[in-house]
């Protein structure tokens, strides 16, 4: 997915919460600014921002790769 596309989700399920940027910047505890950012596709958003930004949206990740399954085990093992 790339940065339009992460943008154009968050402005749908922003919209369809019948939020603001404002409001949803609110409640995340960032500025309007910073989801306006987001929804436009900027790439100098900071991860930590866009994670709330999807944790209000109730939006969650999903990392898919081959390699997956060897990376759980090697979080498995560290417990």
Do not use: C, W, Y
Request: overall charge positive; glycine content about 8%.
């Amino acid at each position: 997915m790339n940065p339009e596309e992460i943008g154009h989700l968050v402005r749908f399920h922003r919209k369809k919460a019948g939020l603001s940027q404002e409001k949803l910047g609110f409640i995340a505890g960032l500025g309007k600014t910073v989801v306006f950012d987001i929804e436009k596709g900027k790439l100098t958003v900071r991860l930590e921002s866009l994670l709330k930004i999807l944790k209000v949206l109730n939006i969650h990740l999903n990392f898919q790769s081959p390699l997956m399954s060897l990376f759980e085990e090697s979080l498995n093992e560290k417990s």
